[in-house]
């Protein structure tokens, strides 16, 4: 499984920002998404995790309210949109694969997901 993020940027605080990952499996209905983030010196932090469907989400406490996560089940692709960014946002974001079939425990614990990408830089400016 290959995941490639992209629409990492340098924004002003207060911007928005949308992060798009696509992944190159045959089942990628089938899969828990989440994007986790880690800005230098700091562990990687949850940011958001879908369900298979689209159905249901769940967000870390920093990021509540600004960001949105959605999937595109028949583009591969899962989506963060993030609003009202503040300089703390910014991290390499890294889109994550958990390969359980059609699980439904939307895991913040990194180590929950078996694949993820190169990661895509996010800088806020203040």
Do not use: H
Request: charged fraction near 20%; proline fraction near 3%; glycine fraction near 8%.
């Amino acid at each position: 499984v290959d995941l490639v993020e992209s629409g990492g940027d340098l924004v002003q605080a207060g911007g928005s920002l949308r992060l798009s990952c696509v992944a190159s499996t045959r089942s990628f209905e089938a899969y828990v998404m989440a994007w986790f983030r880690q800005a230098p010196g700091k562990e990687r932090e949850f940011v958001a995790a879908i369900s298979p469907s689209g159905s249901s989400s769940s967000y870390g406490d920093s990021v509540k309210g600004r960001f949105t996560i959605s999937r595109d089940n028949a583009r591969n692709t899962v989506y963060l949109q993030m609003n009202s960014l503040k300089p703390e946002d910014t991290a390499i974001y890294y889109c994550e694969l958990d390969s359980t079939y059609y699980s439904d425990y939307l895991s913040t614990d990194p180590t929950s997901y078996d694949y993820w990408g190169q990661g895509t830089q996010v800088t806020v400016s203040s």
